[in-house]
């Protein structure tokens, strides 16, 4: 089992200009192997992986994780000028894969990014 914690920083995003945050993604093994291990992270249509174009989804490779250690990865996530204040909702899978190369276990987590206007709650 795969216990994925997402956290951000800055916390937050600001509303209406090109800002990004970056989200570290730890990922605990709880099992009884060692596993390979990769996420991917899929956003609302507001927010983007990459700055320069809208990229709602992408996979992170977090790497080779023994039973009951963690890793973390990370990666950016950007606004721009059409991104409104509110709560956005990000997905992220989880997947371990045996020495095998075969999917052991997949693991889902939904996580939300807050984004306010410049000086607002």
Request: hydrophobic share 30%; with cysteine.
């Amino acid at each position: 089992m795969l216990k994925i914690t997402p956290r951000f920083y800055p916390v937050r995003v600001i509303a209406f200009i090109r800002n990004e945050t970056e989200m570290d993604i730890s990922v605990e093994n709880r099992g009884s192997e060692t596993y390979w291990v990769e996420t991917d992270v899929i956003l609302p249509e507001e927010l983007s992986l990459s700055a320069e174009k809208q990229l709602r989804s992408g996979r992170l490779r977090i790497g080779m994780i023994p039973p009951n250690e963690t890793k973390t990865s990370r990666c950016k996530i950007y606004a721009n000028s059409q991104t409104c204040p509110g709560l956005y909702r990000i997905g992220i899978i989880g997947y371990s894969f045996n020495k095998e190369g075969v999917i052991a276990r997949k693991e889902e987590t939904k996580t939300e990014l807050r984004c306010a206007r410049v000086g607002g709650k």
